[in-house]
């Protein structure tokens, strides 16, 4: 197992360097929902309820549907640098992915929808990779 994720739903695991399964918890048992398996090596992976998305060693992401197993789009990171790490999650009402960089590089860019990536940002943070996870916290 190179990297998984999971929601309260699936569970994503890259298993060697190219291929990610899927699973699904029905009933309290995980059933294989999909597998596929990349060109390139995977770098990272990130799932939420309802999309998936796996960072690629050729300096690229692909987002899918985990409704219906099925890629939505795959895109550059316009960098040298691959993602060692990535998150999908939602500040207020719009939905971001983050890929944290092996040069210490945020990039960040807003999800309109299921798959169009808006207002792409970069953040010099370090000199390191990057390591994201996500976080909940009680309101006072």
């Known amino acids: 197992i190179l990297d998984a994720s999971s929601t309260m739903n699936h569970v994503a695991v890259a298993l060697n360097s190219r291929n990610v399964v ?7 048992k995980l059933h294989s929902k999909f597998t596929t398996t990349f060109a390139d090596e995977v770098s990272c992976l990130d799932c939420s309820d309802d999309l998936l ?10 987002l899918y549907s985990m409704a219906d197993s099925s890629e939505i789009e795959t895109v ?4 040298e640098v691959m993602a060692r790490s990535i998150l999908l999650t939602q500040f207020e009402d719009s939905k971001f992915l983050l890929c944290g960089l092996g040069d210490g590089s945020l990039v960040s860019y807003r999800l309109d929808g299921r798959s169009a990536f808006h207002d792409r940002k970069k953040l010099i943070i370090g000199t390191k990779p990057i390591s994201l996870r996500s976080f909940r916290y009680a309101n006072p």
């Open 76 to 79: 550059s990171l316009g960098e």
């Open 22 to 28: 899927v699973l699904q918890n029905l009933k309290g």
């Open 53 to 62: 998305v796996v960072g690629l060693w050729n300096v690229s992401f692909a």
